[in-house]
């Protein structure tokens, strides 16, 4: 497991309020706030799992996180196999779970990340106004010709189609104007 990306909600929190004091309009339903849910589940799990645990103790981690106490145990052994490869699939099982909620949450760490800095690149918030006299009087001959098309996008690539999913999400979340919603009943003269 990779480890130096979990690091990464302090950056993404960090650059959501400094959007956030620079547009007001940003992000009202909360797409980029970073659901810490799967990595509560993780290290409930890997706390039950460390060492041997009561009925008090799984109760109170159970209130702590949210989690029940079905969902923190391990399940009880089929009677079909064997007690020891039973025991052993009910733990491999375990692992694959706690591995499964670590990626997904280091994925939607990756995903806010993205999108976050594809918004500040997209809106230019973070970019410096400089003035005229700062700016090359003569343009390079190279920049007036047309570039050669040797790319060929390829529809079905995963970047492709994240780039596609995050332009979306953007486009929500720079919605400034809100849907006017009609009145639930109808204020005609058959009313008075």
């Known amino acids: ?18 959007i956030c004091r ?10 980029t706030a970073v659901n810490y849910s ?11 799992d460390q060492k041997i645990m009561t009925r008090n103790a799984t109760a109170k ?12 145990l391990y399940s009880g052994l089929p009677y079909e196999n064997r007690e020891k490869t039973a025991a ?14 670590f990626e997904d949450f280091q ?25 005229r006299r700062h700016h ?22 995963y970047d492709v189609q994240m780039n596609v999913y995050l332009d979306s999400k953007i486009e929500e979340l720079d919605r400034k104007i809100f849907s006017k919603k009609s009145i639930p009943f109808d204020l005609d003269d058959s009313f008075y």
């Open 88 to 101: 052993k699939n009910i733990l491999i099982k375990r692992s694959e779970d706690i591995f499964e909620m």
């Open 1 to 18: 497991m990779d480890l130096t990306k979990v690091e990464d909600f302090e950056e993404i929190e960090k650059l959501r309020k400094q």
């Open 107 to 131: 994925t939607q760490l990756n995903v806010k990340r993205v999108l976050l800095k594809k918004y500040c690149e997209e809106t230019g918030i973070f970019q410096e106004n400089r003035s």
């Open 38 to 48: 799967s990595a509560i589940g993780v290290g409930a799990k890997t706390a039950v």
């Open 136 to 157: 090359p009087y003569k343009v390079k001959m190279n920049a007036l010709q047309t570039p050669k098309n040797s790319i060929t996008i390829d529809p079905f690539d």
């Open 61 to 72: 981690i159970s209130t702590e996180t949210g989690y029940t106490k079905n969902e923190l």
């Open 22 to 31: 620079g547009n007001k309009n940003f992000d009202q339903y909360e797409i």
